[in-house]
Each structure stands twice: as structure tokens, then as C-alpha cells.
């Protein structure tokens, strides 16, 4: 059997949502499946860490694809070239892409948000219509479609029209968390006690201005005492005013910002952290909440559907204040709360991304 995969998110050093999501689960189907071979799509030259088993082969389709017009010119022409020479039996888009494949392949695409329906202005007017012209094109042409929550489930049969029998709900794994013994060995940036943690790229869907606003208002009224500490990139989507006063933030003694971190030292910052905060406004899983829980972190995160979806399905909720994220003075009270919670939620559902990998594999060639 051959399996065609999108692999234009699998950057070394730089494995974040969906790139996170499609290394822990193609790694694992190829080893757990060797009588397969796996084809792995490529943007531009890729690094042979990602090529784990002996079945898998890596293909760089260039130029890299950066842009919106350079995306369609990746799978309108270069992917849907190759699957045509190749003739797989089953082409899988992790990426919410998916090209036009031969009528005898079976394709499948993971839809992972609708983002830019809710808010375009997020991202560049071309990439906001980009996406609304092209996912819905994706989501017809597949024979299958898998989300990774039950509310971006939903948000397609509402918003497309799409079939729910169509779409099948598998939601994330995570992995079994180190020993303490190792997480201590492995603190190689300065910790800051006490501190709230963000995790992830600092951009408008995570509700960073808000979020700063209601620090340094409740942190110069004396009414929290933890810092603040972001562990992720500062990304795009920002007016020159928010951006402005976000980067004058991270001059503050009480604010600090660490830019990218490893895996062992996102582990020792959860494990040391006082609670993790994360008020976002838009996300289609959250996988952040169930790393934090694993260290029995506290959590402050937005009441949307989608975090209280995940918390309720995977913990048991305790040590968990949810805010509103649209309010600063909700996000403030709700730092002044999780700051006094001593131990937070722990994990009731045994879920890891082997399990994830088993459910999804079945979907594929269902």
C-alpha cells in the first residue's frame, strides 16, 4: 500500500500545531504499520529526522510555498502532478490542504478551525480569502474529512453545508509526562517564581493584548504577584499600536519573554509554573490545556466551547477559572483567582497520540 502526506508543516525546530500534530501521528502509523509505504510531500529540502521508519520517503516539491499564490501553485500543480504520476492508494492533507488527486486515490483532509470565517482580520486580507475560496474546494473533493473537535465539527455543517457523516471527530493525544528528576535536569532557561505561563505563537487569536492589559493593571494594583512569562514567538495579525505596546511590555521587569523553547523546557516551565493562562479567543483544540494538566498545573482559560470541550472530556476540572476573554477586567479577576489555587486538574482519559494514531489510521482506510 502507498500513502501520500502532506509534510509542508514538519520544520525542525519549529514543530508547532499542525506540524506538532503531523509528526505525532505519521511517525507513529509508519511504525506501526512497516508493510506500508509512506510518502511524505515536502515544500523545500527536509531534514531526515522526520523520516523515523524504513517505509518512509521524503519528497521536496519547491519552490517553498510561503504565499497564497505559491500554495496553490504547491498543490493546484505540484503535488497534484506528482500524485498523478505516482498513483497512490491514499492521500492524506494533516494541513487542511488537500490537492486534486486520481479518481482511484482515496483523499482525506484534517480541518483543524474555521479561524478565518469568524475573524478574517486575523490574518492578511489575500490568506483570509484564500482560505475561504479553496477550503470549502478541499473539503468537497475529499472522500473524508477529519476534525479534531466537536465544535469545529460543527462549525462545518453549519458553515459549509457539509454532510455530518462525512466528518469524523478524533480528537488529540498527548504524551506521558517525564519524570520530575529528568524535568529538573533538563531547566536550562531562568525560571521566575512565582509566574504565569502563556505557551505558543503570541498573535490576536490568543488574546495576548487583552491578556497584557489585564496584567499590568491588576500587577501595579498589587492585587496578583506572579510575573509573567511568554514562551513562543510573537507572531503577525497586529495593528502597529497593539504590536507597539505588546513589545514595550516585554521591557518590564515582570514581563518575560523567552521566545521559542524546546519540549524539555516547555515541560520544566509547566512544571514550575504557578498556573498556565490561556484566553484565547478562537482555537480548534488546545492541546496546551492537556500538557499543563499533566503537571497538575492550575489553568485560566477563555469559556469558549472548544477548552471547556477539551478539559471536560480529558480532566476532571479541577483548579480550572474560566474567563471571558474578550473582557480584561474578566481575564484580571480570573488571574487573581488561579493565582491562590494550589494544585490544578489532572487527566481522567487515557489518551495518548498512539491512540490517536490507531483511531485516525482507521478512518484513512476505512
Not at 509547566?270 to 480548534?284: D, M, R
Request: glycine content about 6%; proline content about 5%; hydrophobic content about 40%.
Amino acid at each position: 500500500m502507498q500513502v501520500a502526506i502532506n509534510a509542508r508543516f514538519l520544520l525542525p525546530n519549529r514543530l508547532e500545531g499542525i506540524g506538532r500534530y503531523t509528526y505525532e501521528i505519521v511517525h507513529r502509523m509508519a511504525l506501526n504499520h512497516p508493510e506500508v509505504t509512506f510518502h511524505l510531500l515536502f515544500d523545500r529540502p527536509f531534514s531526515n529526522e522526520f523520516l523515523i521508519a524504513p517505509n518512509m520517503i521524503g519528497h521536496s516539491l519547491g519552490p517553498a510555498a510561503r504565499h497564497p499564490w505559491l500554495w496553490y501553485y504547491h498543490y493546484e500543480v505540484r503535488v497534484k502532478r506528482w500524485l498523478k504520476q505516482h498513483q497512490v492508494d491514499l492521500y492524506w492533507g494533516p494541513d487542511a490542504f488537500l490537492a486534486e488527486s486520481p479518481s482511484k486515490t482515496k483523499s482525506v483532509v484534517t480541518i483543524h478551525d474555521l479561524a478565518w470565517e469568524h475573524r478574517p482580520e486575523w490574518n492578511a486580507a489575500r490568506v483570509s480569502r484564500f482560505y475561504s475560496k479553496w477550503v470549502p474546494k478541499y473539503c468537497k473533493r475529499a472522500d473524508h474529512i477529519i476534525t479534531i473537535s466537536d465544535f469545529t465539527h460543527r462549525d462545518l455543517v453549519s458553515r459549509y453545508g457539509l454532510p455530518s457523516n462525512k466528518i469524523t471527530t478524533i480528537m488529540h493525544g498527548y504524551d506521558k509526562k517525564k519524570s520530575i528528576d529528568k524535568l529538573v535536569e533538563w531547566q536550562r532557561i531562568p525560571l521566575f517564581d512565582p509566574y504565569f505561563l502563556v505557551l505558543g505563537s503570541i498573535n490576536p487569536r490568543k488574546n495576548s493584548y487583552n491578556l497584557l492589559k489585564a496584567f499590568i493593571e491588576y500587577k501595579d494594583k498589587d492585587k496578583i504577584t506572579s510575573d509573567l512569562v511568554f514562551a513562543g514567538v510573537l507572531g503577525k495579525g497586529w495593528s502597529k499600536k497593539e504590536r507597539s505596546f505588546i513589545t514595550a511590555c516585554f521591557r518590564r521587569s515582570d514581563v518575560h519573554y523567552l521566545g521559542r523553547v524546546s519540549e524539555s523546557e516547555k515541560e520544566a516551565l509547566l512544571f514550575n509554573a504557578n498556573a498556565l493562562v490561556y484566553p484565547s479567543i478562537l482555537e480548534g483544540f488546545g492541546l496546551v490545556l492537556l500538557e499543563a494538566a499533566q503537571f497538575n498545573c492550575p489553568i485560566m482559560t477563555s469559556e469558549s466551547s472548544v477548552c471547556q470541550e477539551v478539559l471536560t472530556c480529558y480532566t476532571n476540572q479541577e483548579g480550572v477559572v474560566y474567563i471571558r476573554p474578550h473582557s480584561y477586567t474578566s481575564i484580571g479577576q480570573g488571574l487573581t483567582e488561579v493565582e491562590s489555587i494550589q494544585k490544578g486538574p489532572f487527566l481522567e482519559m487515557n489518551r495518548t497520540w498512539d491512540v490517536v494514531a490507531h483511531e485516525l489510521w482507521e478512518v484513512l482506510i476505512g
